[in-house]
Structure formats: C-alpha cells, structure tokens
C-alpha cells in the first residue's frame, strides 16, 4: 500500500519539479507513438523512432493512419516501422499480446534484417523479489541514454483498478527510498509517468521482464523532409506543391518520391523514380481528392536506400471549386531555418492582416517548448519558456491564428 499511496502523492506535481529533488535519470526526447496492434510494438516503435534521427535514418520511412478493431477507433500518425514491428513479434493483433520471447528477435529483425542495421537487444530474466526485479537492467541501459522495453505481468494499474499485463516504452528510473520508480511513456496517453517497480495486491506481487535496445552499425547520412508537413495545408488540382528536403551526409545520389494515394496511407504511388538530390522538387498535384502524406527514398550511387523520410501529418487536394488555397495563411510571412541547426534557430514571421498571431514551438510529444508573440525576425537560442535548454530530437514550429495554423518541423542535432 506503500507504493500506492506514493504514486499518488507524486501525480499531484509536476513530474520535472519532483525528479530534481530525487535520485532519477532520464532519457529525453523520446516520442510517443500511438497504440497499435500492440502495446510490445508499441514500445519497441517509440524507441526505434528515437534512435532513427540519430544516425538511424532506415528506420522509420513514412507515417500511416488505422482503423484500431480493438478499440474501434482510428490511430493516426503512426510510423511503418510499427506495422513491422508486429509482423515480427507474431503480435495477436486482435488482443494486442505478444509472447516475452518474441520482442527481442522482433527487434533485431526490423533493425538488422529489415534495415542492415546491427542492434543488439537481451531480455532479462523474469523479475520478482528474489532478485529486485531486474532492476540493475534498467539502470544500467537508462544510464547509457538507451530507453528499453518493461514488460509487466499481474501488476496492479491503480488508475484502471485492475491488474494488468503490458509492455511499456522505459525512459528512466527513480529511486525516493524506500521506493523505486520506472518512468515510462503512458501508452495510452503519452504522458511520462513514474510507475512503482512492482506492486503489491490481494497477496500477489507483480513481475516483469527488461528487453533492451542498443544501437549499432550507425550511418550519418539521413534526410528530413520540411515541406509539406502540415495537416493544415490545402492544394488544388494541378496546383505545384514545393517538397523541400533536408540532407546529412554525402551519400546520397538521388531520391524516389512517393505520394500516399488512399485515406490511411496504406497505399503509395510513385512520383518520380530518379529525382536529383537538390533538396527540393515541384510535383504537380494530381487531380485527385486526397488527403495525403509525401514519402522520400534517398539512394547512394549503388543504388543501395540510404535513409528515408515522410510527412507525419496529412495534408488535403481537392478540387478546383474549393475556394481555400495552398496554405492557410497566403500573404503571410513564415520561414524556418536551419531545419536541421544545433545552436540557433531563425523565424521570421509577419502577419497577412490585424489579426494577433503567435509562433509556438512543440516537441514531438505535443508538449509546448517555447511561446513566441509579434512579428518580425526572431533568433531563437534553443531555451523553453522556463530557460532550460531543449533536448535533441524533432520539434514542430507552428503559426497559429484563430482555429488556423501552418506547421514547419525541425531537427534540433547538439554538436556537444
């Protein structure tokens, strides 16, 4: 009841505030991916997504939306690299299990089979008291920056009153003795939580597994597309839509580019199979009603895929009667650069009429890292509201009026 009764006390505050007075390490930046088929490819895909900017570029290619059955429901901004995490786990995608045994040879075929990667990942033995549930395995990954996976079995999930078998994105630890914490992603939610270690109800301890995820076979050359991004944007038939894309390294020789051609992005229709590397590209909107996203392929002169990338949000064409045009905003002022920057950042945006705008800066969890207000040239340093400086990771700059808004993604890459 101990546990309990402090898991409580701790959700009363803010979670940042808490961990500066107590023993925790943490991981940042790692995002949330919506639950799918699975709550062990679930996991498995916030940490595959965290480690793909980071010289993983093979891992994620394109962002997909899905009818979830078992909740009857959709899940939207879902990246490839969950559907393949599933398939590999033999994920029962009618309750969502996945058998311990399955996650770690998952893994490792989406990693190295799938994407020539070489990934190492161990599962724990099972965790119980007689050996502080695997503890040390957390700690030791957590303290390597490496999030893992924490799979629960009979553990007594307060909020729903019941208990559970789950897997969940770890991201860190805190010890507030005589108590241990696992922080972790809510996978329902994408709050970042601390959880007790075990629990204890009517006579039943819980127990759990760790399965790790360290990286290996790193490459530095990747891409980010930077336009279109926005679930805002809105083209006509035959209108030109500029797709603009970000480069890191030298190997890549040319691109294909794709265009999802159904609602949920299940299917994909070429653009062009041998598009030259100049970061940017005019394809002429199709005359289609779409809501669509934009894959990128990058290919070395062996024609080998180096990395790949795609639109986390959909965008619309219609037709030519729609009187809405381009972009939600066409007179007004909006450029983001260095997409990719490490030090500082420039926005430059002007209002299109009197209206007040503001400029807000999110992390790729949805949680708001700066506010900006006004108008004209703003050099941001990379420090949130409260002046502490951001984590590395992906972050979307979006220009807000009314119930409008347009939307640049960037890639915040330290060199310290």
């Known amino acids: 009841m101990q546990i309990v009764v402090f898991i409580l006390t701790i959700h009363s ?28 490819p679930q996991a498995a895909a916030m940490i595959l997504s965290y480690w793909d900017p980071r010289s993983y570029g093979r891992l994620v290619d394109f962002y997909f939306d899905r009818w979830e059955p078992l909740y009857q429901e959709w899940r939207y901004n879902i990246p490839n690299v969950l559907r393949e995490l599933a398939l590999a786990m033999h994920t029962d995608t009618m309750t969502g299990g996945t058998y311990i045994s399955y996650i770690r040879s998952g893994i490792i075929y989406v990693t190295d089979t799938l994407n020539g990667y070489d990934f190492e990942s161990q599962t724990s033995p099972q965790g119980g008291s007689w ?79 760790f399965t790790t995820v360290e990286p290996g076979g790193e490459i530095i050359d990747n891409i980010f597309l930077i336009h279109p991004t926005d679930s805002g944007f809105v083209f006509q038939y035959g209108d030109t839509i500029h797709i603009a894309w970000d480069i890191l390294g030298g190997a890549t020789n040319y691109l294909e580019l794709w ?114 207000k006004g108008s004209g040239l703003t050099i941001w340093d990379g420090l949130d509201d409260q002046g502490n400086r951001i984590h590395s990771g992906v972050y979307f700059v979006t220009l807000k009026h009314s119930d409008k808004s347009l939307t640049k993604k960037i890639i915040y890459l330290p060199s310290d």
Request: hydrophobic share 40%; with cysteine.
């Open 13 to 40: 505050v803010h979670l940042n505030e808490f961990l500066v007075a107590k023993d925790s390490v943490i991981v940042d930046s790692v995002p949330y991916v919506e639950w799918s088929y699975g709550s062990s």
């Open 131 to 209: 050996n502080q549930w695997c503890f040390s395995w957390l700690k030791s990954e957590i303290d390597n920056d490496w999030p893992c996976i924490w799979s629960v079995l009979n553990y007594w999930h307060r909020s729903s009153r019941d208990f559970i078998n789950t897997s969940l994105c770890a991201i860190g630890y805190m010890i507030a003795l005589p108590d241990t914490f696992v922080i972790v992603i809510n996978p329902w939610n994408g709050q970042i939580e601390p959880w007790p270690l075990y629990t204890y109800h009517q006579g039943m301890y819980s127990r759990d597994y």
């Open 259 to 372: 265009y999802a051609s159904s609602y949920d992005s299940s299917e994909w229709t070429l653009i062009d199979a041998h598009a030259p590397n100049t970061g940017s590209y005019d394809w002429i909107a199709p005359e289609e009603s779409l809501r669509t996203r934009i894959n990128l392929k990058a290919f070395n002169v062996m024609n080998q895929l180096v990395c790949a990338d795609g639109s986390y949000y959909s965008f619309r064409i219609l037709p030519t009667s729609i009187s809405e045009r381009n972009i939600v905003y066409p007179n007004a002022i909006f450029n983001v650069y260095p997409t990719i920057f490490n030090k500082s950042l420039t926005i430059e945006f002007a209002p299109s009429d009197l209206h007040p705008y503001s400029v807000t800066i999110y992390d790729i969890t949805g949680h708001v890292a700066k506010t900006l």
